[in-house]
């Protein structure tokens, strides 16, 4: 079992940047692949980033790239989410996830673990 609990999220001026972590549970840590979902308001719940269990590999939905930049500290069992360049519509729920699978599956519902969400805001 892995527990997930993500923090950072918040309120910021378009433009601005925020930073989200995850603190994960668990010793196997580090042989998951990692990732970040969000889901706005009357959307469903997409993909945005994900990192190989070494971090020598990282993937990205195109609405991020050159904007957001994932990462991952195993000593700590965190994996971070570095947002520059904020949009309005980057505002949403963001989710951390956890897959046993190394293969990145970007849907949803190949995803094994789950935290209980960050809201990001993103003001025009």
């Known amino acids: 079992q892995v527990q997930l609990v993500e923090s950072g999220g918040g309120l910021v001026q378009a433009g601005g940047s925020l930073r989200l972590s995850c603190a994960a549970s668990?010793?196997?840590?580090?042989?998951?692949?990692m990732g970040w979902f969000r889901q706005a308001p009357g959307k469903e719940r997409e993909f945005v980033a994900a990192?190989?269990?070494?971090?020598?590999?990282?993937y990205y939905a195109d609405s991020v790239k050159g904007r957001f930049t994932i990462s991952r500290d195993n000593a700590k069992n965190t994996v971070y989410l570095q947002m520059n360049s904020l949009k309005p519509e980057d505002t949403a729920v963001y989710y951390c996830?956890?897959?046993?699978?190394?293969?990145?599956?970007?849907?949803?519902?190949?995803?094994?673990?789950w935290g209980q969400g960050t809201q990001v805001t993103v003001s025009s």
């Open positions: 996830a956890a897959d046993r699978n190394p293969v990145l599956n970007p849907g949803v519902g190949s995803w094994d673990y």
């Open positions: 668990g010793r196997t840590f580090s042989s998951y692949l």
């Open positions: 990192i190989s269990w070494s971090g020598g590999s990282t």
